[in-house]
């Protein structure tokens, strides 16, 4: 199917906004949780950056279902879910989305559009990720070894193949020329690899992906919110994980952050709405890097068997910690977050009391801010204790029924970060969802 676009329209200055909603801590924060209840809401549902390094899960009806590149706004009978150019496409995970959703009856053909700009990851991108994870040893990132890092390091060394490349002639040639570079790569490591067993997936899994509409997904985006259609991009990973706000070099290879949405999808910043940070109750953080609240002893252990808090990709187990305000507030302030959602609260509900992170001690100073570095020989949190609820939440349905406590928790994180929380989530269920 081609597009047509109206150029008369996209000069109306008059179109919708689009609302952005993200993770603001370092991921999983249930962005796939939330992006799924919100989907009646709207009628576009955008990934803007990011891979199969993501795992957004949704649960509905008894049903769990993980997705690493496809929107989650899929099971929603009309909503149309577009990957942005921003977004990274392994087409073989691409694939077994696809089949999964196919056995669960759910018909993606109409409703799911690609960015002809999107890049692909290439098998010898994912090769070079690890080669280079082993190569760092015990400084490595702990990337999920998705190939995210050496596609985004081909996307900006002008470099990369894009899903629009697929439909022309030289496809073939672009792809042995990019791998060519890659074997060259791949020599400087002490790295085996069988590219041979890898590449007849991918090629089949890139006709697959043929079945599938390739567009320009700017001018269908802002012809859409000019005939006044409600537009919501989603995030992947989170705020501290942003390339240039997270804490680096532990990050992931995009911006994850409010901006990475304009770039990600081609929505000028005048056309972004609200802006909707998702975080948990508590941290967690997958993967290498700075903690400053992390929990490395059976307090942490609990919250994470209590928060099943093993990663929707790898499986890894997340480190676990307690909220952290300055980092909080670090990432309202860079996303511009106007409405706030908090995820996980009944994880805490085992908790006689519960600490909050609201300053740091830098070199002995007291700071209540997120500083450039946040390693733990420069800085420690400084914690506050609150009152716990001690309350299964898993069964309330409405803002009345929560426990006084956790509306003193609720209230004191929107006095220190200045914005309010307008969702409570008290269970992974569509359901469990309170509307504060
Ligand atoms: P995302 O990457 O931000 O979409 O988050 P993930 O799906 O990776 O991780 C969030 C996990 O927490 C998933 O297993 C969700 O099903 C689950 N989850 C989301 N919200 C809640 C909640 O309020 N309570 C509980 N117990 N689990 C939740
Ligand atoms: P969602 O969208 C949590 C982490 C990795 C690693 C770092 C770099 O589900 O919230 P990469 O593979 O991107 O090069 O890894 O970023 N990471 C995530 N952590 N949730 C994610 O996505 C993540 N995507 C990447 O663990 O530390
Ligand atoms: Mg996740």
Same mark, same amino acid.
Not at 46 to 54: E, H, K, M, S, T
Not at 76 to 81: C, D, F, L, R, S
Not at 321 to 329: F, H, N, S
């Given at each position: &199917?081609?597009?047509?676009?109206?150029?008369?329209?996209?000069?109306?200055?008059?179109? &919708?906004?689009?609302?952005?909603?993200?993770?603001?801590?370092?991921?999983?924060?249930?962005?796939?949780?939330?992006?799924? !209840?919100?989907?009646?809401?709207?009628?576009?549902?955008?990934?803007?950056?990011?891979?199969?390094?993501?795992?957004?899960?949704?649960?509905?009806?008894?049903?769990?279902?993980? #997705?690493?590149?496809?929107?989650?706004?899929?099971?929603?009978?009309?909503?149309?879910? /577009?990957?942005?150019?921003? !977004?990274?496409?392994?087409?073989?995970?691409?694939?077994?989305?696809?089949?999964?959703?196919?056995?669960?009856?759910?018909?993606?053909?109409?409703?799911?559009?690609?960015?002809?700009?999107?890049?692909?990851?290439?098998?010898?991108?994912?090769? /070079?990720? +690890?080669?280079?994870?082993?190569?760092?040893?015990?400084?490595?990132?702990?990337?999920?070894?998705?190939?995210?890092?050496?596609?985004? &390091?081909?996307?900006?060394?002008?470099?990369? #193949?894009?899903?629009?490349?697929?439909?022309?002639?030289?496809?073939?040639?672009?792809?042995?020329?990019?791998?060519?570079?890659?074997?060259? #790569?791949?020599?400087?490591?002490?790295?085996?690899?069988?590219?041979?067993?890898?590449?007849?997936?991918?090629?089949?899994?890139?006709?697959?992906?043929?079945?599938?509409?390739?567009?320009?997904?700017?001018?269908? #985006?802002?012809? +859409?919110?000019?005939?006044?259609?409600?537009?919501?991009?989603?995030?992947?990973?989170?705020?501290? =994980?942003?390339?240039?706000?997270?804490?680096? $070099?532990?990050?992931?290879?995009?911006?994850?952050?409010?901006?990475?949405?304009?770039?990600?999808?081609? /929505?000028? $910043?005048?056309? @972004?709405?609200?802006? @909707?940070?998702?975080?948990?109750?508590?941290?967690?953080?997958?993967?290498?890097?700075?903690?400053?609240?992390?929990?490395e002893d059976e307090v942490g252990e609990k919250i994470r068997q209590i928060g099943r808090e093993f990663g929707s990709t790898t499986g890894r187990?997340?480190?676990?910690?307690?909220?952290?305000? $300055?980092?909080?507030?670090?990432?309202?302030?860079?996303?511009?977050?106007?409405?706030? &959602?908090?995820?996980?609260?009944?994880?805490?509900?085992?908790?006689?009391? /519960?600490?909050?992170?609201?300053?740091?001690?830098?070199?002995?100073?007291?700071?209540?801010?997120?500083?450039?570095?946040?390693?733990?020989?420069?800085?420690?949190?400084?914690?506050?204790? =609150?009152?716990?609820?001690?309350?299964?939440?898993?069964?309330?349905?409405?803002?009345?029924?929560?426990?006084?406590?956790?509306?003193?928790?609720?209230?004191?994180?929107?006095?220190? !970060?200045?914005?309010?929380?307008?969702?409570?989530? !008290?269970?992974?269920?569509?359901?469990?969802? @309170?509307?504060?």
């Open positions: &199917m081609t597009f047509a676009f109206n150029l008369n329209l996209l000069l109306n200055k008059k179109a &919708m906004k689009a609302d952005v909603l993200l993770g603001l801590q370092w991921g999983d924060e249930g962005k796939g949780k939330i992006v799924d !209840v919100l989907t009646p809401d709207y009628d576009i549902i955008a990934r803007f950056q990011g891979g199969p390094n993501a795992g957004h899960t949704l649960e509905f009806n008894g049903i769990k279902h993980v #997705l690493h590149t496809i929107p989650s706004g899929i099971f929603h009978p009309t909503a149309i879910n /577009i990957v942005g150019n921003g !977004v990274v496409i392994d087409p073989v995970i691409f694939k077994k989305e696809l089949d999964a959703l196919t056995k669960l009856g759910v018909d993606f053909k109409s409703k799911l559009l690609i960015s002809k700009r999107a890049h692909l990851i290439l098998p010898t991108h994912r090769l /070079i990720d +690890a080669a280079s994870e082993a190569a760092k040893g015990k400084n490595k990132i702990g990337s999920t070894l998705k190939g995210i890092g050496p596609t985004y &390091m081909d996307k900006t060394g002008r470099n990369g #193949l894009r899903i629009g490349d697929i439909e022309t002639k030289e496809f073939k040639e672009k792809y042995d020329t990019l791998v060519e570079k890659h074997k060259q #790569l791949l020599s400087f490591y002490n790295f085996d690899y069988n590219l041979q067993e890898l590449e007849p997936t991918w090629f089949e899994a890139i006709e697959s992906l043929k079945e599938l509409q390739f567009v320009d997904t700017e001018h269908y #985006l802002n012809t +859409a919110m000019v005939s006044g259609k409600r537009v919501l991009a989603e995030g992947a990973q989170g705020s501290l =994980l942003d390339i240039d706000f997270g804490s680096y $070099p532990f990050v992931t290879s995009s911006n994850t952050i409010c901006a990475g949405a304009c770039n990600g999808l081609g /929505i000028a $910043p005048n056309k @972004i709405g609200n802006v @909707i940070g998702i975080f948990k109750a508590y941290c967690t953080r997958v993967g290498s890097g700075p903690f400053p609240t992390e929990l187990p997340r480190r676990t910690g307690w909220l952290d305000i $300055p980092a909080l507030k670090y990432a309202v302030m860079v996303n511009g977050v106007t409405e706030l &959602m908090m995820m996980k609260a009944d994880i805490l509900s085992d908790f006689e009391t /519960i600490e909050v992170c609201t300053h740091y001690n830098f070199n002995g100073q007291v700071i209540d801010y997120l500083p450039y570095n946040i390693d733990p020989n420069y800085i420690k949190p400084i914690t506050t204790t =609150l009152k716990g609820w001690n309350k299964d939440l898993t069964a309330i349905e409405n803002k009345n029924d929560l426990p006084n406590e956790l509306m003193e928790y609720v209230r004191f994180i929107e006095k220190a !970060v200045d914005t309010k929380i307008s969702i409570v989530s !008290v269970g992974p269920d569509r359901k469990q969802t @309170i509307r504060m």
